[in-house]
């Protein structure tokens, strides 16, 4: 999730569909834990959608994540399971 920043910040509904087969539930969790870890910070709206957007901490990461994203194309299949 953290590899696919926008901006502007997503709704939640948008990200979920990024993430295929992840429920409401579990995404709300991540999320929350990604605020918690300073890495995301949550905004609501006044007309109601919650944003959530890569802290300066989070967008730090981008560099590692898009490394270990080439990484795992070019040395993991799809039957590995992971």
């Known amino acids: 999730m953290l590899d696919e920043p926008r901006d502007p910040p997503a709704p939640v509904r948008p990200r979920e569909r990024a993430v295929p087969g992840m429920s409401d539930r579990v995404l709300t969790e991540r999320l929350g834990e990604f605020v918690d870890l300073g890495l995301v910070s ?3 709206s006044d007309d109601g959608p919650v944003r959530y957007e ?3 901490r ?3 990461m981008r560099p590692a994540i898009t490394e270990l994203t080439r990484w795992a194309a070019q040395n993991l ?3 590995d399971g992971v």
Request: avoid cysteine; charge should be neutral; hydrophobic fraction near 35%.
């Open 42 to 44: 949550r905004t609501v």
């Open 54 to 56: 890569l802290t300066e």
């Open 58 to 60: 989070g967008a730090a």
């Open 77 to 79: 299949s799809p039957t």
